[in-house]
Every structure is written in structure tokens, then in C-alpha cells.
């Protein structure tokens, strides 16, 4: 009886629990957080969020079907109103009330998603009162080449690529192969990896060639273009490589282009410019005859700007600090000039404070241009201090010897210093020498040139002669057609018909054919043996040489014949 009684008292109660009950799975069920994971933005190539997605995009409906029905009967046996869950994300009743958002509603999300993106494209502006515009479009991002960043290498990467190159460009230079070497230092010189010291081994080198050959049109060009790159900075400076070429322009005798380089020269600093380039540009400034007081002025500021004294006249007397090629220069002008105590006074300093590093050419503007006894001593003292003059100086030096003092002694004594330091003979040395001998014994006056003494005097002679010849073929430098040139020449001077025919036998064992100088020679030797026939001979073989060889008769030939 309680039992029912009250069971009858809670049923309302029981029932409005059920309806609460009931609609709070409703609530959950239609309000609830859903517990998927939104679908990746992935737009599948198109321009758009919408017009990329596809079908293969769901977004929302990825994890559940596209739409679903979720009415069912309540306990009080009413149906519940039917819902779809469609694509947008929003729920809709069957009666198209739209219910709250339960997932993300993709067009306003792609919509805002795209104003973020247009936004990150902008550029902030600067406004009118010159604070940053934030809100201003931006300047798109150019994709031209020119605009793109460019990775540099460092130079010792530089060199790392380049590094086979650079080998095959330094091997022609120190073979002097100055075609092959300017074929590739275009490529060079525009990548930046020449050195200071490739730059003064290329302009070495071109003066060298210069040397060799003394070809203007083979090597001013490349000295031009080395000029033009120093001076825009192409390549790097080095004070050996402008001494070189302003020494090269004083042979060639630019002396126009050489003064211009020069006036460039002057204000650099120490990257292309010192001591030495200043002896350079006074030597040069020597040979196209500018005032001694000019040059003078040059030495001073070059001893004011680079020696290691204080005070210029400290550093003028006693050359402290003073480089040679300075000392060079001025001692040049001066002796151009006729300055030769002056010119004494840097030679004597030079020596003194370099006695063993003191450049030959020095000594070569003393041998040149003073006497030849002053000559003979700075030949000796070169020779002593270990720097011979180069052969081609000693054969002038020699025939001033016997021309101005007949002393064969001292020709000897001149070359044996020269063997001794170093230096190698030839067979000019050779000739120079038997024409000293027989030139002695020629001073003999015709009535004396007879007896046991006259021919005591001429089997020394020739005894000499051959001691000579051996010892130069010892040497390595055997007698040349001009030698027996020399002796058949002689032997028709000395009226010695022996030395004559001395002469051309010794010529034809040494397996030589005479030439037309040689026949000339014979002719002339005949003649003043006063030998008719072998005159008429010698004539004969002349005018066979000259038809077998096909050269006309010259000015030359007609001398011979009339001397005889």
C-alpha cells in the first residue's frame, strides 16, 4: 500500500527527470564538440580552396557520411525533427532551421584565409607623415635573373676552380710563351685570381721577349693592355712589374706612353710605386734627354718618400736604405750628361754598400761611356765582384783594347777574369784575340819583316794562335768561318803566303764551305801578295759562287776588284 502510494507521488517527478534526461542527449548530441581532426589544407593544384579541393577534400563529412538522419522516438512518443549535417559544416532541421556551428565553416574560413595570404604579399608603405603603412600592398617578389642572389666564392675557392688554368698561364711564363700566356689571362684577370707576383712575372717576361727579339708589334699590344688593367684596377699592382714595363717602353722608345704611365705612377703608393720604379723613370727620362736638374729633383723625392734616413741629404751621402735600381738611374743621367764625377761618387757608394749585388748594368754605362782604361778597370772590377758583363759587351771591349793601346796582355788578362767569374766565350772573343796577336807582329815595319828574328817573331805568333784555338775548343767554342777569315785576312796584311794557304787549309779540314765574304777575302789577300794568277782565280770562283747562288754583282765586289 506504501509502495504504491508512492510510487503514484513520484511519478511526475519521474517522468519530467526522463524528459530532462532526454533532452540533454538530445543537447550533447546535437551541440557536442565532434571529435574529429580537421582534414590538412591541401588545395590538390587549384587557385582556389574551392576549386582545388575535389572530391578527394571532405573536410567536415571526411570522417562521417555526407548527410544522416538523427530523429528517433522520445519516451513521450514524440519524433524528434529529422537534421542533416551538410558540407558547410552547418546543421539544418528538415523544416530548414539552422542550427549553431558545430564544425568550421570552410568558405568564410578559406576567405579569410586568403585576405592572411594577400596580406603577407604587401609591402609595408611609408604614409604621409612617414610611419609605416602596414596595411599597403606590397611590391611582388621579382623572379628575373638579375634579381636572384648570386652565391660568391672566396678566393681561395676562386683559385681552387680555376687551379689548373693558372698552372698551364704560369708554365708559359717562365717558358716565355707570351702568345699562349695572354690567351688565357683574359679569363683570368676577370675571375680575380692573379697575384701581385703573376702580374710582375707576366710583365718580366714581356720585356724579355722584347730582348730576344725586338719585335715592337709582337709585344706592345699586351704591354698596353697590362697597362690599361693596372690602372683600372683589374688586376693588382706590384712596384717590379712597372719598372719592367717602363724599361720595356724606353727600348721600344714610346717614350710618349712611357711619360704618361709614369705621371700615373707618381701618386700611387707602395702597390705600385717605390724606390725602384723611380730609378726606372729616371733612366728613362735620361734617354729622351730631360734636364740633369729634373732628375736630380726625381732622386730626392724618391730618397724623401722610401729611405730608411730621416733627412734626404743624410740618405744622398751615404746611401743608407737606397735601393740599386735608384742608385741605376741616377748614375745614368749623370754619365748621359757628362756628369761623370757625380756619377763616380753613386758608383763608389753603390759598390760599397753592395759589392756583390750590384747589377752588371752598371758597370756597362761605365764601359760604354767613359774610356777605355776607366772601361777596362769596371770590367775587372764586375768580373771580381762575381757579375760579368754579358759576352756581347767583352768583344767591343777587347777591340778598344787593341785599337787604342795594342796591349794583347791586357785583352788576355780581360778574358781570363771573364772565364773566371762565370762568364762564357764565343767565337767573336776568339777572333778579337788572333786579330790582337797578328796585329802586333803587323806593326813590324815592311823592311824589318825578314831575317831569323822577323821569323821568330811570326812562329810565336802563330804558335799562340793555335794555343788559343785549343783552349777555346777546350772552352766548347770551336773557330768559326769568320776565324779563318780573320787569319787569311791577316796573312794577306803580313804578306805571309803561308798564313794564307795556313788559312784555307785549316778552313776546308774543318769541313767548312767558303762564302762570298770569304772569297772577297781571297781576292784581297792575293792582291796584296801581288799574285796575278791566284787573282784571277779568286775572281773566277767569285763570279762561280755569285751565279751558283744567283745574286747580282754589288757596290762591295767592285772594291775588291779595284783594291787589287
Not at 129 to 157: C, F, V
Request: glycine share 6%.
Amino acid at each position: 500500500m506504501l509502495n504504491s502510494t508512492a510510487s503514484r507521488a513520484i511519478a511526475p517527478t519521474t517522468a519530467r527527470l526522463q524528459l530532462r534526461l532526454s533532452t540533454l542527449r538530445l543537447s550533447t548530441r546535437y551541440y557536442a564538440k565532434p571529435s574529429y581532426q580537421p582534414a590538412p589544407r591541401r588545395y590538390n593544384g587549384g587557385d582556389t580552396p574551392r576549386e582545388g579541393r575535389g572530391d578527394s577534400y571532405r573536410g567536415y563529412n571526411e570522417h562521417q557520411p555526407d548527410s544522416h538522419s538523427s530523429g528517433y522516438n522520445s519516451p513521450n512518443g514524440r519524433r524528434e525533427r529529422r537534421t542533416n549535417i551538410r558540407r558547410d559544416g552547418r546543421e539544418y532541421t528538415s523544416d530548414g532551421y539552422k542550427l549553431p556551428r558545430v564544425g568550421r565553416n570552410t568558405e568564410y574560413e578559406d576567405r579569410k584565409y586568403n585576405q592572411r595570404q594577400d596580406t603577407r604579399e604587401r609591402q609595408p608603405a611609408s604614409s604621409k607623415d612617414g610611419e609605416t603603412d602596414w596595411l599597403a600592398p606590397r611590391k611582388k617578389k621579382s623572379n628575373k635573373a638579375e634579381d636572384t642572389i648570386i652565391p660568391q666564392l672566396t678566393q681561395d675557392e676562386l683559385r681552387s676552380i680555376f687551379s689548373q688554368e693558372l698552372f698551364v698561364f704560369r708554365c708559359d711564363l717562365n717558358a716565355t710563351q707570351i702568345t699562349s700566356a695572354m690567351f688565357s689571362y683574359p679569363q683570368l684577370r676577370d675571375v680575380g685570381i692573379l697575384t701581385s707576383h703573376d702580374v710582375s712575372n707576366l710583365a718580366r717576361q714581356l720585356h724579355t721577349h722584347y730582348r730576344l727579339d725586338r719585335v715592337d708589334k709582337e709585344v706592345l699590344p699586351h704591354v698596353k693592355t697590362l697597362i690599361t688593367d693596372i690602372q683600372n684596377g683589374k688586376v693588382p699592382g706590384n712596384p717590379l712589374a712597372s719598372v719592367h714595363i717602363l724599361s720595356c717602353l724606353k727600348e721600344m722608345e714610346e717614350f710618349d706612353l712611357a711619360n704618361d704611365f709614369w705621371k700615373w705612377l707618381e701618386p700611387q703608393n707602395e702597390d705600385h710605386t717605390d724606390a725602384r720604379v723611380y730609378g726606372a723613370a729616371i733612366e728613362c727620362l735620361a734617354y729622351q734627354g730631360t734636364a740633369l736638374d729634373v732628375m736630380e729633383d726625381l732622386y730626392t723625392e724618391a730618397l724623401e718618400r722610401y729611405s730608411d734616413s730621416t733627412v734626404a741629404t743624410v740618405a744622398r751621402d751615404t746611401g743608407k736604405g737606397t735601393r740599386i735600381m735608384l742608385f741605376q738611374g741616377i748614375i745614368t743621367a749623370r754619365l748621359l750628361h757628362g756628369d761623370w764625377e757625380a756619377a763616380y761618387e753613386g758608383f763608389d757608394i753603390c759598390i760599397r754598400l753592395y759589392p756583390t749585388l750590384t747589377p752588371p748594368r752598371i758597370y756597362e754605362l761605365i764601359i760604354y761611356e767613359r774610356s777605355v782604361k776607366e772601361a777596362y778597370i769596371a770590367f775587372l772590377m764586375a768580373c771580381r765582384a762575381g757579375t760579368p758583363p754579358k759576352p756581347t759587351v767583352l768583344t767591343p771591349l777587347l777591340k778598344q783594347l787593341w785599337s787604342e793601346t795594342g796591349d794583347v796582355r791586357a785583352m788576355i788578362r780581360a778574358l781570363y777574369a771573364f772565364v773566371g767569374s762565370g762568364g762564357k766565350t764565343s767565337f767573336q772573343h776568339l777572333n778579337s784575340l788572333i786579330g790582337g796577336v797578328f796585329g802586333t807582329i803587323g806593326q813590324v815595319p815592311k823592311n824589318a819583316r825578314s831575317g831569323e828574328e822577323w821569323d821568330e817573331v811570326y812562329a810565336n805568333a802563330m804558335t799562340f794562335t793555335r794555343n788559343l784555338i785549343s783552349a777555346f775548343a777546350k772552352a766548347g767554342v770551336q773557330p768559326s768561318l769568320s776565324t779563318f777569315n780573320t787569319i787569311i785576312t791577316l796573312g794577306g796584311k803580313l804578306e805571309r803566303m803561308d798564313l794564307v794557304y795556313g788559312g784555307l787549309k785549316e778552313l776546308a779540314s774543318a769541313g767548312m764551305e767558303p762564302n762570298i765574304i770569304t772569297y772577297r777575302i781571297i781576292l784581297n789577300a792575293f792582291g796584296e801578295l801581288k799574285e796575278a794568277e791566284s787573282v784571277r782565280q779568286s775572281w773566277a770562283d767569285l763570279c762561280s759562287a755569285k751565279a751558283e747562288l744567283g745574286t747580282p754583282f754589288d757596290f762591295k765586289d767592285t772594291m775588291a776588284l779595284i783594291k787589287v
